[in-house]
């Protein structure tokens, strides 16, 4: 366990190079993949051909913006959610006006404060707990909103517990599993000062993200884990993650509007250590662009020429998608009711 980390991960990585006959190598990561990418870039720069990084963990971004950032991104979805409802006939809240999911999330976490919520279909033997406490709803309002954010699931299960069903908000361990995968991974190679390992350190994650979180979500799945990694048993060096890349390769680095997983302001914030790259921002919702499936892959399709062809795209702007080349300057995230919502809804596990 101790060497499982990006260090060991781009060893191998050229170990396959070497194997393979490559003096260069192009890559594509999504996810955690793109710190490794990254790690492998700046260590072997005379070995990177065609780079893609989507969806970006960055490195030198501080444990305080990985919650911040992430806390953020999940009241954008719950937006997004209320966004899609003033559309779509099939939302428990369309016709109901803008705003109307967000006001029925508030309703929900107050009376989740003042009493737990009953689950009917939770309970002993069925996987899920009865009854729903503030945690477990803001912890599920959240997972459900992850990766590819379920928006009709997440309406219908704020309807049906104003009908005295929490259900859908109910907390299911199995959920949990996937983290025990992330949380290697993560403290690994994410060096925490000794004051994160203290709980006013920690706690204080939460509090300085507070100005982000008008919906007083509070839980992130990053603040969690950042917690598992205050245990982490074996040492980690701070040059791994903690301190910034700058590069001068010219890098494609992806981002999508909302992505709750790894928010957009992380892939920013790397790309602004490359001055030579690009940006592309995909405009909607999930995690990753090179991944998502039709209608949506102008994003993906840009990235897959460019890992073919080696052309860059140029600048550009629609409703799909924005380019920004290098030295360019990206602006404010896009409000969440001005970007075209549609739910693909598909997703790698069904809650």
Same mark, same amino acid.
């Given at each position: 366990? /101790?060497?499982?980390?990006? $260090?060991?991960?781009?060893?191998?990585?050229?170990?396959?190079?070497?194997?393979?006959?490559?003096?260069?190598?192009?890559?594509?990561?999504?996810?955690?993949?793109?710190?490794?990418?990254?790690?492998?870039?700046?260590?072997?720069?005379?070995? %990177?051909?065609?780079?893609?990084?989507?969806? *970006?963990?960055?490195?030198?971004?501080?444990?305080?913006?990985? *919650?911040?950032?992430?806390?953020?991104?999940?009241?954008?979805?719950?937006?997004?959610?209320?966004?899609?409802? =003033?559309?779509?006939?099939?939302?428990?809240?369309?016709?109901?006006?803008?705003?109307?999911?967000? /006001?029925?999330?508030?309703? *929900?976490?107050? =009376?989740?404060? =003042?009493?737990?919520?009953?689950?009917?279909?939770?309970?002993?033997?069925?996987?899920?707990?009865?009854?729903?406490?503030?945690?477990?709803?803001? /912890?599920?309002?959240?997972?459900?909103?992850?990766?590819?954010?379920? @928006?009709?699931? +997440?309406?219908?299960?704020?309807?049906?517990?104003?009908?005295?069903?929490?259900?859908? @908000?109910?907390?299911?361990?199995?959920?949990?599993?996937?983290?025990?995968?992330?949380?290697?991974?993560?403290?690994?190679? +994410?060096?925490?000062?000794?004051?994160?390992?203290?709980?006013?350190?920690?706690?204080?994650?939460? *509090?300085?993200?507070?100005?982000?979180?008008?919906?007083? #979500?509070?839980?992130?799945?990053?603040?969690?884990?950042?917690?598992?990694?205050?245990?982490?048993? @074996?040492?980690?060096?701070?040059?791994?993650?903690?301190?910034?890349?700058?590069?001068?390769?010219?890098?494609?680095?992806?981002?999508?509007?909302?992505?709750?997983?790894?928010? $957009?302001?992380? $892939?920013? +914030?790397?790309? !602004? !250590?490359?001055? =030579?790259?690009?940006?592309? #921002?995909?405009?909607?919702?999930?995690?990753?662009? #090179?991944? #998502?499936?039709?209608?949506?892959?102008?994003?993906?399709?840009?990235?897959?020429? @460019?890992?073919? $062809?080696?052309?860059?795209? &140029?600048?550009?702007?629609?409703?799909?998608?924005? %380019?920004?080349?290098?030295?360019?300057?990206?602006?404010?995230?896009?409000?969440?009711?001005?970007?075209?919502?549609?739910?693909?809804?598909?997703?790698? &596990? !069904?809650?």
């Amino acid at each position: 366990m /101790q060497y499982v980390g990006t $260090t060991e991960v781009i060893q191998d990585y050229d170990s396959m190079r070497t194997a393979l006959g490559y003096e260069k190598i192009s890559f594509a990561g999504v996810s955690y993949g793109t710190f490794a990418g990254m790690s492998y870039a700046a260590r072997y720069p005379e070995r %990177v051909d065609r780079f893609v990084l989507d969806a *970006v963990l960055p490195h030198g971004a501080p444990p305080q913006a990985l *919650v911040t950032t992430q806390t953020a991104a999940v009241n954008r979805l719950v937006q997004r959610a209320d966004a899609l409802c =003033q559309t779509d006939p099939a939302c428990p809240f369309y016709g109901q006006g803008n705003g109307s999911v967000l /006001q029925a999330w508030e309703t *929900v976490l107050a =009376q989740s404060i =003042q009493a737990p919520l009953p689950a009917l279909s939770c309970g002993p033997g069925t996987g899920c707990n009865s009854p729903v406490t503030p945690s477990d709803l803001r /912890q599920a309002a959240t997972l459900v909103l992850t990766s590819n954010p379920d @928006f009709p699931l +997440f309406s219908i299960g704020l309807n049906e517990s104003l009908h005295g069903d929490a259900s859908v @908000f109910a907390y299911r361990p199995d959920r949990d599993i996937r983290e025990t995968v992330v949380a290697p991974l993560l403290c690994s190679d +994410f060096e925490l000062d000794d004051d994160l390992k203290t709980f006013a350190g920690f706690n204080n994650l939460s *509090v300085n993200s507070n100005s982000s979180d008008p919906l007083k #979500i509070i839980y992130a799945t990053n603040w969690q884990l950042l917690l598992q990694c205050t245990v982490w048993p @074996f040492p980690v060096s701070p040059s791994i993650a903690r301190v910034t890349l700058p590069t001068d390769l010219p890098l494609m680095w992806m981002t999508s509007d909302f992505d709750l997983n790894l928010p $957009t302001e992380l $892939t920013t +914030f790397a790309w !602004q !250590q490359a001055s =030579q790259s690009t940006l592309v #921002i995909r405009h909607g919702d999930d995690h990753t662009s #090179i991944l #998502i499936p039709p209608p949506a892959t102008a994003a993906g399709n840009l990235a897959r020429n @460019f890992l073919r $062809t080696g052309t860059m795209p &140029e600048p550009s702007t629609n409703v799909n998608v924005t %380019v920004i080349g290098p030295g360019g300057t990206r602006g404010p995230v896009p409000g969440a009711y001005d970007v075209p919502t549609g739910c693909s809804c598909w997703r790698y &596990e !069904q809650y």
